[in-house]
């Protein structure tokens, strides 16, 4: 074998002299998208490894870390490359996940630091790239991935890229002008941002601000590394896998978290929170409205309910465990691998006797996006869990435990607006499915004991968002609406009698073109009159987790975290805690029965909490 030097000098030789790949950005990803052509996304990695490295290598400041980061951004890619509307768009894209990405290494890299000795992860300055003081790059790439997708990818390409617009308009197919007057609201919006962050934006643009770190020289074997993990991910070095699942995972409760309209209300219902599309200019098409039964069938002869073992589950410090509701008897039921996936919202049967939980698969035999599968195992944690092959984000039980409804997020046609939902009922011993005709705007936040569902109605636009809370017949039909058209209430999670239920007020701030959720508000709503009311003594700017009924109606729990003030990587290295609280319905009588510290305000120690 050559020497390491020698290997790496020739591999930078040749990479020097090869012809580049005449092709479009977007006709690369299409060609990797439709037949996983290597190739073209070997190109894709070559073309953008420059700007994706420096953007690693700044956040991290740490060349290994840098390293990994940016094989995991290429993984991520693979993994979520059809997901690139348009096409073009995909160097805008990987900037946005290489900050993201890099973040994430930064956590990794404080939860090592606080296990290892002080000395072991010093930040690595020799070779680093020559740009602007640390926290002026760092400032100018959290507002650019903060941007929308279409902004940052004209950016990208025009400002860090050095595009001309002629050469942008061509492959985006259309007039000069309309590029030119995009890059000039996309620069305004830009510096706007930093200017609320106290950077002032110089005439020379992005390029002229970063420096020498807009771009960076990559290692002459990490791009083939790179697309080695990318597409043979089962080979993937294990910081590497655990980076990409870490970002995959994020990326996956973002959008769940903001739907068209940053509704995180659907949190625990559909993986800790509700999906956020990306903001667009252009309103999303409504769906179809509900189905009314022209005469409303009469609801389903109650199930009986199982009796539980009045235990709460919930996953802590990435492992599922049980504890009694008050914080006693803790005992583990389950851990996931980070390449097996992160099991964050698990609901327990009602008799209390398996675990139902949706986790990703397909990522180690190398698909190109992996899928979320619903798997039941026992809750005493012997036995293999059960795969139903049912894909889905979500799932609850039917009140007799034989049956489980699963929830699936489709994008919608072309990206805009929220997702379509997709909904199927499990047989929970064969995974024998079947569909369920709810309205596409429609997901399940609950299956009450009559067999009839409870629902969020996610609408509006981007500036002007809806949610509201349903209780639908198994056929599809509309039951009836259960809070008020001009209320923003999501989530109804039914009581044990139906009576009442748990959801979500999210509070708004506006924000360019559409809103984003400030602050959530844990509410009481009255199922027969529609009333709502806050549920006291939830801190104000804590994020909340999730939220559960006790078995016999009369208490209830939910997880929230601290929420911190300070930049995105100030908050990356503040040490956060969540707690568990058990209370009455109303908030009081509240006692936190259960914490867990992580090394970020990111990292998620408790997971949405499930009483049987």
Known sequence: MPPPGLSAAVARARRAVAPADPRPDGALL??????????????????????????????????????????????????????????????????????????????????????EAPSSHLTDSAGSAVGPEPDLAAVIDAE??????????????????DESQVEVAA???????????RLAAARKRLAARLTARGVAPGAGGLAVALGGAAAAAVPADLPAR??????????APAAVAALSHGVLRAMFLHKLKLVPLALAAVASAAVAAGLLAAPSATAPQPAPPARVAAAQPAASKVAPVAKGPNRILLSKDRAL??????????????????EAGYAYDAKLSPDGTRVAVVRSVGAAQGDAVSRRSLFVFPASGKGE???????????????????????????????????NFEHRVVDAKTGKASAVKLPADHIVTGWLADGRFSTTRLGGTPADPTARVYVMNRDGTEARAVTDATAVVAGGMPSPDGTRMLGQR??????????????????????????????????????????????????????????HPGTPDERARTETESRLVVADPDGKNARTVLSAKGPSQWTITLGAPDWR
């Open 321 to 338: 465990v049980m504890v009694d509701p008050d914080g006693k008897n803790l005992t583990p039921v389950a851990a996931f691998d980070p």
């Open 226 to 235: 790179a697309v080695a993990a990318a597409l043979t991910p089962e080979h």
């Open 506 to 563: 999210p509070v708004f701030k506006a924000g360019a073109n559409r809103v984003d959720v400030d602050e959530e508000y844990l509410v009481l709503i009255d199922t027969a009159t529609g009333r709502v009311t806050p549920v006291t003594g939830v801190p104000p700017g804590g994020d909340l987790h999730g939220y559960c009924w006790s078995p016999d109606g009369k208490r209830i729990a939910y997880t929230w975290r601290q929420v």
């Open 385 to 419: 869990p059960a795969d139903l092959n049912v894909d889905g984000e979500s799932a609850y039980w039917s009140a007799d435990g034989t049956e489980l409804v699963v929830a699936r997020a489709n994008d919608r046609p072309g990206g805009k607006g929220g997702p």
């Open 30 to 115: 299409a060609a990797f998208v439709a037949a996983r052509d290597g190739e073209a996304f070997a190109a894709l990695v070559e073309r953008f490894g420059p700007m994706v490295f420096a953007v690693c290598r700044r956040a991290t400041g740490h060349h290994q870390d840098a390293e990994d980061a940016f094989q995991a951004v290429f993984v991520v890619l693979a993994r979520r490359a059809a997901a690139v509307v348009p096409r073009e768009a995909v160097g805008g894209w990987l900037y946005g996940v290489a900050v993201r990405t890099a973040r994430e290494a930064r956590t990794m890299a404080a939860r090592r630091s606080a296990r």
């Open 171 to 181: 492959a985006l197919g259309v007039p000069v002008g309309t590029v030119y007057s």
């Open 144 to 161: 650019l991935a903060a941007l929308s997708e279409k902004d940052r990818a004209l950016l990208v390409r025009c400002d860090l890229r």
